[in-house]
């Protein structure tokens, strides 16, 4: 098993661009997070999702849109991107809803904005 | 809203020292999760803890959740080179549903 897996690994942006990372699980959880880790910040929830089909916001959904048309995949899109978006991204999965079980945590993307 | 604070934020220990982070909710939480990250690495779940005053040890390490269920700390016992990395501590409480991470620790060990 892979287990939790992201693409890219690094990317770097010029402020306007657009982008996708992909995050895939081969582990059949029910559910996927999507966080962006900043210095000294620790890391903070952007989007989740409970299920196929569905998402939510989390505590910085700004500047994002996700997506979830597979159980095994969770998309993170930046439509504009912007300066203040440059951090490691990291995706993660669990069989249980957060704090109710372990997450699975994805290598991370490293995503400069210039 | 829920804020998950950890001190210190970075440590310096000669190999041998123990450490000891803490963890700080300003809220209760229903549960604990630790987590460690080494250098360039992805956070890594370590120990989850549920009930008030409960203590977990996982060899050298050993992690408290507070009577209150408002604190938590991870105690490593004669620290390794392979102990380096940022411990985070990870609630999940108060009116949020979602799990609230901690600033984290960095632990730097001198062999």
């Known amino acids: 098993n892979a287990g939790v897996t992201q693409t890219p690994k690094f990317r770097v942006l010029k402020t306007g661009q657009s982008m996708t990372l992909l995050c895939a699980q081969d582990?059949?959880?029910?559910?996927m997070y999507w966080y962006r880790q900043d210095p000294g910040m620790g890391l903070r929830l952007i989007h989740y999702?409970?299920?196929?089909?569905?998402?939510a916001k989390g505590e910085v959904p700004d500047g994002y849109n996700v997506s979830r048309l597979k159980k095994q995949n969770f998309l993170l899109g930046l439509e504009s991107a912007a300066p203040s978006q440059t951090s490691v991204y990291f995706c993660?999965?669990?069989?249980?809803?957060?704090?109710?079980?372990?997450?699975?945590f994805g290598p991370g993307t490293r995503l400069t904005v210039l | 809203g829920q804020q998950v604070m950890q001190i210190p934020q970075y440590q310096h220990v000669q190999e041998g020292e123990d450490f000891t982070t803490y963890c700080n909710s300003s809220?209760?939480?229903?549960?604990i999760q630790w987590y460690k990250q080494r250098p360039g690495g992805h956070p890594v779940f370590l120990i989850q803890?549920?009930?008030?005053?409960e203590v977990k040890k996982q060899k050298r390490l050993t992690f408290q959740f507070g009577e209150a269920k408002k604190n938590s700390s991870l105690h490593i016992t004669a620290t390794q080179t392979t102990d380096v990395g940022t411990y985070f501590c990870?609630?999940?409480?108060?009116?949020?549903?979602?799990?609230?991470f901690g600033t984290g620790t960095l632990l730097a060990v001198q062999p």
């Open positions: 993660a999965s669990s069989v249980r809803l957060a704090g109710t079980d372990t997450q699975y």
């Open positions: 582990m059949n959880h029910e559910y």
């Open positions: 999702s409970v299920g196929e089909g569905t998402t």
């Open positions: 809220t209760t939480l229903s549960n």
């Open positions: 803890l549920v009930k008030s005053g």
């Open positions: 990870a609630g999940k409480g108060g009116a949020t549903n979602k799990l609230i």
